[in-house]
């Protein structure tokens, strides 16, 4: 499971994405006009779902955006000298 969790991070990508959302929640719309360098919404998608399968990320509904939102479900990822991944 650890060696999985650290390919999902060790893509610039989601890193970003999880960035974007750590604040506050986001749909993949205000994610793609963040993050330049994304250039379709299907690229967002796929890694939503993958951060998603790893208990990275969780989505809700938005009644106030009317729209599926993201958020950040950790608050720090800890990568210790055995390459253990610790996620709180």
Known sequence: MTEEILK???FHS???ILNSISMNPKSVTEILSEIKE???RESIFKSL???EHFNLV???YSEIKKAD???SN???IIIDKQGNV???
Request: positive net charge; aromatic residues 8%; glycine residues 0%.
């Open 86 to 88: 610790i996620i709180k």
């Open 14 to 16: 989601r890193l970003k």
């Open 74 to 76: 950790f608050n720090q």
């Open 69 to 71: 939102v993201y958020s």
């Open 49 to 51: 779902k993958k951060l």
């Open 58 to 60: 969780v989505h809700t």
């Open 8 to 10: 999902v991070l060790a």
């Open 38 to 40: 994304i250039k379709n």
